[in-house]
Structures are given as structure tokens and as C-alpha cells.
């Protein structure tokens, strides 16, 4: 709505409507609990009445907040767009962000250089917080963003950090291992090889760990290892390098779906059929395991409920909550017809 000069309607416009003052409309605005109800009650009849809507960006240079947070992925491009786990993670964030109010800022940083200049932005009052994910060992960005007053919450573990340190959101990846290894063990697997995901970021070691855990529980040699780094193509090279290897391994645990799917296309085009000969076990439960050929057995990890609770201890965080907490989301398998 605009105002008969064809102008949309200001604060001073809104505060003679309300009979109140200028700044008992900004009180109001921004949530300041120093208003009196009735006083209130007649700002946002005025803001209804006339249309009015808060130029947050004026907002922002008053307060000194921001209604913005950023999701930064230590990631390249490709691999955001084309992981289902990116997508999952982004949509459960979206979701508790848009409930909060809050817009969402997407950062990608694929190098060191990136990572400082974001660094730097995130640091001068753009933001109001910020969720960190896919960071490696080095990184050292949420220690000085909480060093410069931003918040901020990791997705995932950094590896030696301090319990109580950052607040953080993960899944339960040793334990999802290990119901994987343990499924194929049950199957009558003995060879079992593993892919594993970044070995500079705790999960992909968790997993990793949780493979060589089960193994070594049944008295099963858990030497078949291929380092990988969650993607696609780090699996075709990984796979290709295990059956040099030991051509008469029978089953893969692979620390990904996409990297399941590579294994299978590998093993394919090397002859061997999927399950009969090799079974595959993907992490992530994601859609690429419903269209894969066979359906693939995976490790569920929640992925949406992951970004909400990021999202949700964010928002905690930027509302003055200074107490850092960690969740830990359990995982399950999901048998299908690879394993």
C-alpha cells in the first residue's frame, strides 16, 4: 500500500497514526521489550492500516544487526551442486531460518585465499552469525569468528577441538560404520574393502575407524583401504586401485553414495555383478540410492534434521544463548538390494 502521494508510508506516518512517538515505532520494530502493550497494540494497527514495511537495511545501520546469516561450505561449486548431501542441508536450514526470520547468505570457499576473505567479510557486521561446513583440519575460521563476537555453529567436527569449545551439529558416524560392516559380515562378506571419505575431516576418519573397529571385533583383515574424499571421481580411481589389489574382494563399504554409485559403475565395467559377486554399501541415504541399479543399502544420516539443528542453535546463538551445545543425530541402515 502507498500513501495518496503514490509514496510508500514512513515511520513518522506510522507514529502519527499510532499517536505515539518515532521512537516508540522503532521500539516496536525491533522487538524492544521497553514498549507498553497498548502502545504496541496501536504501532502494528498503524503498520497494517498503511502498509507500512521496515527498510531493513536503514534497520541494520541504526542497530548495528543484521537479519542475516551465512551457510559457509568449505566446498567448491561443483560438488554443492552436484551432492545430494549439500541440497539436504540447505533445505533444513532454509526451512528454520524462514521461521526466525532470518535471511540466508551462501558462501563457497574451495581454498585457503577464499576462506580469508570470507574471514574478513564475515567479521565486519554483515552477519549475524554463521554455520560452518565441510571444514578440514586446518581451518581455523570458526575460532576467529567466535574470537570477533560472531557466532557461529559447525556442521560436522573439527578434528582436536576441545569438547565445549564451538557448538556443533553430527551424525553418529563411527556407529553408522559400523552397522554397515556389521550387515555385510552377517551377509557372509569376508573381504570387505572400505573408500573412505576426507581423512582431514573427522567423519571421514569416524567412518573409517568404525569400518576397521567391526573387522577387527570379527577377526577379519581390515587392509583394504582406498582414500577417497566423499566425491564421485575420487571413488572411480578408489575402487579401480582395491581390485589391483585384491581382485577377490566381496563387498565395499563406501563412506558416500555417490561414492557407492562409482563403485558400482567400476565394478560393472570389470565384470563383476552387484550383489551376487560384490556388495555395496553406500552413507547417506540419499536419492541417488533409491535410482541406483541395484537400490543401494545405505547408512542413513539425517541430513535436513542436520541443517535444522544447525539453524535452530544458530538462532539460539544471535539471541544471546552462551552455552555451547553439541547434538549428535544416531544414523541407521537401510537394506535394499546392493547388499
Same mark, same amino acid.
Given at each position: ?8 508510508? =514512513? ?7 499510532? *499517536? ?5 515505532? /522503532? %521500539? ?12 504496541? =497494540?496501536?504501532?502494528?494497527? !498503524? ?6 514495511? $521496515? ?12 537479519? =542475516? ?21 540447505? %533445505?533444513g ?19 585457503? @585465499?577464499?576462506? !580469508? ?24 575460521? $570458526? &575460532?576467529?569468528?567466535?574470537?570477533? *563476537?560472531? $557466532?557461529?555453529?559447525?556442521g560436522?567436527?573439527l ?8 557448538? &556443533? ?12 560392516v ?19 575431516m573427522?567423519?571421514? #576418519?569416524? %567412518?573409517?575407524?568404525?569400518?576397521? @573397529? ?11 583401504? @582406498? ?6 571421481? /575420487? ?5 579401480? &586401485? ?20 562409482? !563403485? ?9 555383478r ?17 535410482? @541406483? ?35 549428535? #543425530?544416531?544414523t ?8
Open positions: 500500500m502507498t500513501t495518496r502521494q503514490g509514496r510508500p508510508p =514512513t515511520l513518522e506516518e506510522v507514529a502519527v497514526r499510532a *499517536g505515539v512517538g518515532r521512537g516508540t515505532v /522503532s %521500539r516496536v520494530i525491533n522487538g524492544s521489550p521497553r514498549v507498553s502493550e497498548r502502545a504496541r =497494540t496501536a504501532v502494528l494497527k !498503524a503498520i497494517d492500516d498503511l502498509g507500512y514495511v $521496515p527498510n531493513r537495511a536503514a534497520r541494520t545501520l541504526v542497530t548495528r544487526q543484521s537479519d =542475516t546469516v551465512a551457510l559457509v561450505v568449505s566446498q567448491s561449486g561443483e560438488r554443492l551442486f552436484a551432492e545430494p548431501f549439500y541440497a539436504g542441508i540447505v %533445505r536450514i532454509s526451512a528454520t531460518l524462514a521461521a526466525a526470520d532470518l535471511q540466508l547468505l551462501l558462501m563457497l570457499a574451495s581454498s585457503s @585465499a577464499e576462506l !580469508a576473505r570470507m574471514e574478513n567479510y564475515l567479521t565486519a557486521q554483515h552477519v549475524a552469525g554463521a554455520m560452518l561446513l565441510s571444514l578440514h583440519r586446518s581451518d581455523r575460521l $570458526p &575460532q576467529r569468528l567466535e574470537a570477533a *563476537g560472531v $557466532p557461529c555453529v559447525l560436522g567436527q578434528i582436536d577441538i576441545e569438547p565445549g569449545t564451538l557448538s &556443533q551439529v553430527d551424525v553418529d558416524n563411527n556407529g553408522g560404520a559400523r552397522s554397515a556389521q550387515h555385510l559380515i552377517g551377509t557372509g562378506r569376508r573381504r570387505i574393502a572400505t573408500i573412505t571419505g576426507a581423512l582431514d573427522l567423519s571421514g #576418519l569416524e %567412518r573409517l575407524r568404525g569400518y576397521q @573397529a567391526v573387522l577387527e571385533e570379527a577377526d577379519l583383515p581390515a587392509d583394504l583401504v @582406498a582414500t577417497g574424499d566423499y566425491s564421485y571421481a /575420487s571413488a572411480l580411481d578408489g575402487m579401480r &586401485q582395491l581390485l589391483e589389489t585384491e581382485p577377490e574382494l566381496d563387498a565395499v563399504f563406501a563412506a558416500s553414495d555417490p561414492m557407492a554409485m562409482a !563403485a558400482i559403475r567400476v565394478l560393472r565395467d570389470r565384470g563383476r552387484v550383489p551376487d559377486d560384490v556388495a555395496v554399501v553406500g552413507f547417506d541415504d540419499s536419492d541417488l540410492a533409491l535410482h @541406483a541399479e541395484p537400490p543401494l543399502t545405505t547408512v542413513h544420516q539425517p541430513i535436513e534434521l542436520m541443517g535444522s539443528e544447525m539453524a535452530r542453535l544458530l538462532v539460539d546463538r544471535v539471541h544471546g544463548e552462551r552455552e555451547k551445545i553439541e547434538v549428535l #543425530l544416531d541407521h541402515l537401510v537394506v535394499r538390494a546392493s547388499a
